[in-house]
């Protein structure tokens, strides 16, 4: 039977299915070819790629072509802070700061405290003041600073304004509804958002005169943003911005939709003291049976369960290790608490790294906002 599920920009919901979402967005999924490319250039093969974390893309051959005839190309990605970061949030920020490494590129990096303001029970100061919270948690993901520019929508709305009007121009209302689902119930601040995205793909052209191409990492969620700006592209004589797609992480309490920042046990925020940390990922929801002893004779089932997934994805490296977790599990000889203290482990140990950046960052923040 076919499971119902949801990806837009505002919810994801649902058991996705990303080769459906691969056909019904009309994206490409990333080949091996192309993966070896990115390999080949970093020197390493990013973890996320290699277990197709990241698994679809835009145009991300057309840059890799353009790149190897000389064609430098900037990234471009963004948050939108309604709260604390998760460790869900990191994975693009993570994987954008391994390719700005490989390809020396500069990093734009959008705050859309406006759009929280606009979509979410978030007052407007509270909303900024998570930019420059969750600023600090782009740092820790290992951007270089020197090569990074974050800014919040709201405090250099003077700059994007000029580029959003200039997409905004170019997008008609019906477009707006098809693409983003608005209608007349929303908000008018809502349906100029969509050219606030869109503008910094433009940013090192228009501002800094640069020829170069713009390069997008980020969830799948976000690609009807990038379909509006490829669109209007070549309207303003700009190149087309690519990008490259993540799937989404699992939040603890199941395989599904995504790791939701309002859920709080489901989600692992990079503030979190270890402890608590350790205490969520021994909350999770496994492939486990009602009773030790139906497991022990039956075995688990590794396919639903969110340690596996969080193991797989993002906390462990060894391919060796992760097959012996699964085998046990579906043999009986493994139980969910040795796994799941296990994972709490590893990201107990992520977290002090992270967190000890994260303090780092807080001498570095001012200098990498940017404000007009
Ligand atoms: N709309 C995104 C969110 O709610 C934030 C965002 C802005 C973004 N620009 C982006 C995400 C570019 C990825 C890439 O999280």
């Not at 008018?188 to 052209?205: D, E, K, L, R, W």
């Not at 980020?218 to 592209?233: E, G, K, N, S, V």
């Not at 043999?331 to 994260?358: N, P």
């Amino acid at each position: 039977m076919q499971k119902k599920f949801i990806v837009n920009p505002w919810e994801v919901k649902g058991d996705v299915d990303y080769d459906k979402l691969v056909k019904e967005f009309g994206v490409q999924p990333l080949s091996e070819e192309l993966i070896k490319k990115i390999e080949r250039k970093a020197g390493e093969m990013h973890l996320y790629l290699r277990r197709g974390l990241f698994f679809s893309h835009r145009d991300f051959d057309v840059i890799m072509e353009d790149y190897e005839k000389g064609k430098e190309f900037v990234l471009y990605t963004g948050r939108g802070p309604s709260g604390k970061t998760h460790l869900g949030h990191l994975i693009p920020w993570i994987f954008t700061a391994y390719l700005q490494e490989a390809f020396g590129s500069k990093l734009y990096f959008q705050m859309t405290d406006d759009e929280k303001f606009l979509m979410r029970d978030v007052g407007l100061d509270e909303a900024v003041g998570y930019s420059h919270d969750n600023a600090l948690d782009v740092i820790a993901a290992g951007v270089d600073p020197r090569k990074t520019v974050i800014f919040s929508d709201v405090e250099y709305m003077k700059t994007i304004y000029r580029i959003a009007l200039q997409v905004a121009k170019r997008v008609t209302f019906s477009t707006a509804k098809a693409v983003f689902g608005f209608t007349n119930s929303s908000n008018i601040g809502i349906i100029f958002f969509p050219a606030v995205q869109a503008s910094p793909a433009f940013m090192a052209q228009m501002l800094e005169k640069r020829d170069v191409n713009c390069l997008i990492p980020c969830a799948i969620d976000q690609d009807p943003y990038w379909r509006i700006a490829r669109d209007i592209a070549p309207l303003i004589g700009m190149p087309k911005p690519a990008g490259i797609y993540s799937k989404f992480l699992p939040g603890l309490r199941g395989v599904g939709g995504k790791m939701s920042a309002s859920e709080e046990q489901t989600a692992v925020y990079t503030t979190d003291p270890p402890a608590l940390a350790r205490k969520k990922v021994m909350g999770a929801f496994t492939g486990g049976r009602a009773t030790v002893a139906e497991q022990k004779e039956r075995g688990g089932n590794p396919e639903v369960c969110v340690v596996h997934q969080w193991l797989y994805y993002m906390f462990e490296d060894d391919d060796k290790k992760l097959r012996k977790f699964w085998d046990e599990c579906k043999q009986g000889k493994i139980l969910c608490g040795e796994c799941k203290k296990y994972l709490a482990d590893r990201v107990c140990r992520f977290l002090e790294e992270h967190q000890k950046r994260r303090e780092k960052a807080k001498k570095e923040v001012e200098k990498v906002m940017i404000k007009d």
